[in-house]
Every structure is written in C-alpha cells, then in structure tokens.
C-alpha cells in the first residue's frame, strides 16, 4: 500500500461539486466515509471505496463529469489495495 497516491483531496472536491449540483444526501454519504474512524486503512479504503460505488451507482447517468473523474481516480488507487472491489 506504500505506492497508494492520496485520493482524499479529490473526493473532498467531488463533495463540494455534489452539494452544488444539489446531490447533498450523496455527499454525505460520502463525507461520512471519509470522516469515520478506521482500525487499519484498509477497513478505510473499503469503507471511501464502497461509498464511491454506492454513490455512483446511485446517481448513474446524472452524476456530474468532474465528479465520475474523481470516483475513477480514488477507485484506482482503492483497487490497488483491494482488488475485488466492485
């Protein structure tokens, strides 16, 4: 996991994007992933990678682009760790 690039500032971005875009029940969701507190990282990244799929499962064709991007590029780094994610 030491070759893992921190994704958080990203999806801290995606968040705001979602509130502006009126998707506050998402950016909750994935605010409070962010924010629980974890026994090791990788109860973390499963946790920021599930919400990540939730939310964009959700919101499908209605996400925002700058939002998808910023998912594709935390899951990128979350499957890196965890590889079954889905």
Known sequence: ???LRDFRPDLQAAIEQLHV???DG???VLAASMEG???TALEMLSAIGG???RVEKF???DIPGE???AFQRALIE???ALPALN
């Open 78 to 80: 979350v499957r890196k």
């Open 67 to 69: 939002v998808q991007a």
């Open 37 to 39: 507190a974890y026994g």
């Open 21 to 23: 875009a009126g998707f």
């Open 51 to 53: 919400a990540v799929l």
């Open 26 to 28: 998402e950016a909750y």
């Open 59 to 61: 919101l499908g064709p």
């Open 1 to 3: 996991m030491h070759n």
